[in-house]
């Protein structure tokens, strides 16, 4: 069986099945029978979000709304497959995102420049246009009504800058997709949590990421719902952690700023230092051998990310 959270109050989050267990989860809202999936992952997860659904005694006609915080392929890649199954459903995206998952060719070479063709038609597959009638442009403030329960969508950049985090008016917890960070189930101590940012390319803006995620803290929610990994609570502390680390990631980038060739893999380098030397302070007792799995991906798009807003500087 598949990772399987349910937070209470209609708030569940399973295992998109993506590349490796729990690294990118499924939230789903449930309000009197009625259903919002919150992003995707990629069209490997569709088997995953029937069995929820049955597990929940409900059926694909409960789906109302699919909300997708943007528009990465580990968010966004299954929207086509799941809107495809789930005949009553309408796409909820960023409006700079709705073009390109109704036609979604540029979306994949740009995936693709950064991964290579064959890790995209492995990893991701097909990915499937969503006819512009299903899709709903949710630019900030608008408001998406589950069976009466209120979602609110916030326009947040600085991950991307077609991201919304949505607020569930109902308990006040916010879906932040990755504007909140990376939080790792493997790296929890005694119930503690360890929280980092995500800076991967092409559209990482450091400020407009401090102000994003200064403004989702304004609300003071109780619970933080992040794709990588559910939930987040002691919000306020991880929201300090997050801009304290952003602080550092950002100076270790300004430090190479004059470039080489090594520059990328001097970053990544420094970088990995930094993080595992936090997660040592947390208290976590993985090898490095360990982390090293768990954080590979990232560490890289992070890298990479960095590079592209120092060249952006320099334009």
């Known amino acids: 069986m598949f990772d ?141 009504s589950l069976a009466g329960r209120q979602l609110l969508c916030l326009d947040t950049p600085g991950h991307a800058r077609h991201h919304i985090c949505i607020i569930d008016q109902k308990t006040g917890g916010i879906f932040t997709g990755d504007m909140f960070g990376l939080s790792y189930r493997e790296l929890d101590v005694d119930g503690r949590q360890f929280i980092f940012p995500t800076t991967t390319p092409t559209q990482f803006e450091p400020e407009e990421m401090r102000q994003s995620i200064r403004r989702l803290l304004s609300f003071s929610p109780d619970a933080m719902y992040l794709t990588h990994y559910g939930q987040v609570v002691d919000v306020q502390k991880k929201g300090e952690d997050l801009l304290r680390h952003l602080d550092v990631l950002v100076d270790l980038a300004m430090s190479e700023k004059d470039g080489g060739a090594d520059r990328h893999q001097r970053i990544k380098q420094a970088m990995t230092a930094y993080l595992f030397a936090q997660i040592r302070a947390h208290g976590c007792r993985l090898s490095d051998a360990q982390l090293g799995e768990i954080w590979e991906t990232d560490l890289e798009l992070n890298a990479q990310g960095l590079g592209v807003w120092l060249d952006s500087l320099a334009v």
């Open 4 to 144: 399987w959270r349910d937070y209470g109050n209609g708030i569940v989050a399973f295992d998109a099945g993506y590349v490796r267990p729990i690294l990118a989860a499924i939230h789903m809202l449930v309000e009197d029978g009625r259903v919002a999936f919150v992003d995707t992952g990629s069209n490997d997860a569709l088997p995953n979000a029937l069995a929820a659904l049955k597990r929940l005694g409900l059926d694909v006609a409960a789906v109302d709304y699919v909300i997708l915080t943007h528009i990465h392929l580990d968010h966004a890649g299954g929207a086509g497959g799941m809107m495809a199954a789930f005949p009553n459903a309408r796409l909820v995206v960023h409006p700079r995102g709705a073009r390109h998952m109704a036609e979604p060719s540029r979306l994949v070479a740009g995936v693709t420049a950064v991964y290579g063709a064959e890790y995209v038609q492995r990893v991701y597959g097909e990915i499937v246009p969503i006819s512009s009638e299903r899709i709903i442009e949710a630019p900030d403030g608008q408001v998406i």
